[in-house]
């Protein structure tokens, strides 16, 4: 495990924009990635985006493709989430996770993630 710190949450009108932000300091060797996750009161908590940190490759939930696109700048050993057009139902708290694993992508379910930030909360009002 290693330590994740987020930042960036908060209160934002319906088809307005946040960006989340989550420093890590593990080893950011081949097999590194990066996720986000989050997770509604009453709700399981659900995959957002990934990010493999080496090659970059992306996956997103199906309820965010196309608004939230995930980053990370390597030097500054951060992963991003720029979110757009937000709505709602996107109001939940957010919790970006790490793990190594061989997959080209980051993986999906939250149990194959051992590492985990303290989560961020984004309300967005109607």
């Known amino acids: 495990q290693v330590p994740l710190v987020e930042s960036g949450g908060g209160l934002v009108q319906a088809g307005g924009s946040l960006r989340l932000s989550c420093e890590t300091s593990g080893r950011t060797s081949l097999q590194y990635a990066m996720g986000w996750f989050r997770q509604a009161p009453g709700k399981e908590r659900e995959f957002v985006a990934g990010?493999?940190?080496?090659?970059?490759?992306?996956n997103y939930g199906d309820p965010v493709k196309g608004r939230f696109t995930v980053s990370r700048d390597r030097d500054k050993k951060t992963m991003y989430l720029q979110m757009n057009s937000l709505k709602p139902e996107d109001t939940a708290i957010y919790y970006c996770?790490?793990?190594?694993?061989?997959?080209?992508?980051?993986?999906?379910?939250?149990?194959?993630?051992?590492?985990w930030g303290q989560g961020t909360q984004v309300t967005v009002s109607s």
């Open positions: 996770a790490a793990t190594y694993n061989t997959n080209i992508y980051a993986p999906r379910g939250s149990t194959e993630y051992d590492s």
């Open positions: 990010i493999k940190w080496r090659n970059g490759n992306t």
